[in-house]
């Protein structure tokens, strides 16, 4: 059984050996709960597995192999106490490297936070640990998660695992690897434009994009605050709906952390979707969407009608402003946000500067990547004398427009289904040299975004080539509920 | 409109960015390009529109209430000063140290 200490200091053998790659998350705490592997050693397993693969991949840029034994030991004590186990118990888990961590290097992808080791953990951290889960290390992502490729990282892309001279997607590149390489049983991963949902297309796996307010953004080190998100990666819907869960709900320690009541989210996967309102909206099917793509959510549409879904056209009309709206306002923030890398109180310091003035402009020259120092140049330029109202002000009423195009559509559906993604994932290096055509691969994932409401991916299927295709689930403003039994429905149509 | 590169210079000194000048012309390029496709948003009539200052505002939502969000304005532990003096490029463990600011 593994009980004592002694079998398990030289009995690992005994442990049953999991299959990573397809662990789910409910398996993986029944198994440490029933005491067929102990968590400790289900940590350690995931380490041998990263170990072996992700010198290729790259999706961690920390492993926290202490923090992890130290809670997995916990947990096997309360498993062996006989104490009631929280819903994330021995879950192996990774942690996007913008969401602090207290004592454990957190980065953004950035040089210029390198060596940074937070004095507090993310609120999303902290829930999940106290339910029980194993932070294995934290993720790679593109560096403030300012990027769709993950190659803005400042220590290097990842790769996808599932078709390794491409790219994961990104922002929340890491996260999404990982989970597709069997190296975490979930993650945390953040959505300011579609990183969540377009690197779960791409690595085929489920990415949840809750509601703004859903989960607290303490410690999420801030991009654009009107639009940065916290949400969960895994390898089914209801597993994601249980991550989802533990995190969800207000915090004192954030005011826009909203008190909507919290569903029991993996109950909600299980209800079937008989009688539920789809809605398709016309301009997410237009013009350079990749036809394989376009006839997998054709399938998908046809099994939930077959499923007892009613399918509805709705229009979306601001759909093709939504890119340049999102390109407005999220670099206005992060030029904002942004200006607190002084080289003062933590992160990188330019070693050589006579003053202070030439201290922060080196330090920020010397720390920032290329993108992260357009988007700031783009934001200060929106936001400064004479453009604000033609820039900023113009973008924050289309936004209302964006906002305005899915109340009128959810007033007559439950749920609307559309493609994550124009294109399956691309290879690294194929975007790198236009900006604007990166910034493009976030057309149908940025209207959810600007407008509040939740969205998910969930895997649909895979091209010729074997490249994974995910759909797009858009539930009503914190209407996880419905947009999850969406997501369910799909991937159990997708298992015939 | 477009942006040249005495304006990129401009912008770059508000932000506290130092360019070089191979990164200059790059960056009044990139800009240039966004900005563009920025300008579609033109196409649009906004007069009549209320600019979205909060999430979920017109969502037909309940606003929040205050009480609701905002927690009591009392006294309470916060993170160590220790721990995060710790990170200070250079600090004397009270105060961060910068380089000096008056000449004398």
Redesign the interface.
């Known amino acids: 059984m593994g009980w004592s200490a002694g079998v398990m200091e030289n009995g690992m053998a005994r442990e049953q050996k999991m299959s990573l790659q397809s662990l789910t998350l409910t398996e993986a705490r029944s198994a440490v709960v029933e005491g067929r592997v102990s968590a400790v050693a289900l940590a350690q397993q995931h380490f041998e597995r990263i170990a072996e693969l992700d010198g290729e991949i790259h999706s961690f840029l920390t492993l926290t192999r202490e923090r992890a034994l130290a809670q997995a030991e916990k947990v096997d004590a309360a498993a062996r106490a006989g104490e009631a186990l929280g819903p994330l118990a021995g879950v192996p888990v990774g942690i996007k490297d913008v969401l602090t961590t207290r004592g454990v290097e957190t980065t953004a992808g950035s040089k210029i936070l390198s060596g940074y080791h937070p004095p507090y953990d993310a609120t999303a951290v902290a829930r999940l640990e106290a339910a029980g889960a194993v932070v294995l290390g934290k993720l790679n992502c593109d560096e403030f998660a300012m990027g769709s490729s993950n190659e803005n990282s400042a220590y290097g892309p990842v790769k996808n695992p599932r078709a390794m001279d491409r790219v994961p997607g990104g922002s929340s590149g890491g996260s999404a690897a990982a989970v597709a390489a069997g190296l975490c049983v979930a993650s945390l991963g953040t959505d300011t434009g579609g990183s969540i949902r377009q690197p779960a297309a791409f690595c085929g796996v489920v990415g949840v994009l809750p509601t703004y307010g859903r989960v607290s953004r303490y410690g999420l080190i801030a991009f654009a605050s009107s639009l940065d998100r916290v949400g969960p990666f895994a390898r089914s819907v209801e597993d994601a709906a249980t991550v989802l869960e533990v995190m969800a709900g207000p915090d004192e320690l954030d005011a826009t952390a909203s008190p909507q009541r919290v569903a029991d989210y993996a109950a909600e996967t299980r209800k079937g979707v008989e009688g539920l309102r789809i809605g398709v909206p016309e301009e997410y099917f237009g013009e350079g969407l990749h036809g394989e793509i376009r006839a997998a959510i054709e399938t998908v549409l046809d099994g939930l009608r077959s499923s007892g879904c009613s399918l509805h056209k709705v229009s979306l009309p601001h759909t093709r402003y939504a890119v340049p709206t999102y390109y407005v306002l999220a670099t206005a923030e992060a030029s904002s946000n942004l200006s607190r890398y002084d080289g003062v109180r933590y992160g990188l310091r330019s070693k050589d500067a006579a003053t202070l003035a030439s201290m922060f402009r080196n330090t920020r020259d010397e720390g920032f990547g290329a993108e992260v120092k357009r988007r700031i140049l783009l934001g200060t330029y929106v936001l400064s004398a004479g453009y604000y109202d033609a820039y900023y002000k113009k973008a924050q009423q289309v936004r209302s427009l964006l906002a305005r195009d899915f109340v009128q559509a959810f007033a007559d559906v439950d749920a609307i289904v559309a493609p994550v993604t124009p294109t399956p994932a691309f290879k690294l290096g194929e975007k790198t040299s236009d900006p604007l055509q990166m910034y493009l691969e976030d057309i149908y994932t940025v209207s959810a975004s600007l407008a509040g409401i939740c969205g998910m991916s969930v895997p649909c299927g895979e091209t010729s080539d074997g490249l994974p295709i995910g759909v797009q689930v858009l539930g009503k403003y914190f209407d996880e509920e419905t947009m999850l039994r969406v997501g369910a429905g799909v991937e159990r149509n997708q298992k015939g | 409109m477009s942006?040249s590169v005495e304006?990129?210079r401009h912008?770059?000194d508000?932000?506290?960015?130092?360019?070089?000048a191979e990164?200059l012309p790059r960056?009044a390029k990139?800009?240039n390009?966004?900005?563009g496709?920025?300008?579609?948003?033109?196409e649009?009539d906004?007069s009549t529109?209320?600019?979205?200052?909060q999430?979920?505002?017109?969502?037909?939502?309940k606003p929040?209430q205050e009480e609701?969000?905002?927690?009591r304005d009392v006294v309470k532990e916060s993170?160590?000063r220790e721990?995060?003096m710790?990170?200070?490029?250079?600090t004397d463990g009270r105060f961060?140290k910068?380089?000096?600011?008056i000449e004398r």
């Open positions: 942006v304006d990129v912008v770059a508000l932000a506290n960015l130092e360019l070089t990164e960056m990139d800009l390009a966004v900005l496709y920025i300008a579609q948003l033109n649009l906004t529109v209320e600019p979205m200052a999430v979920g505002s017109g969502l037909g939502l929040v609701e969000t905002l927690r993170i160590e721990m995060v710790a990170e200070a490029p250079e961060f910068v380089p000096r600011v």
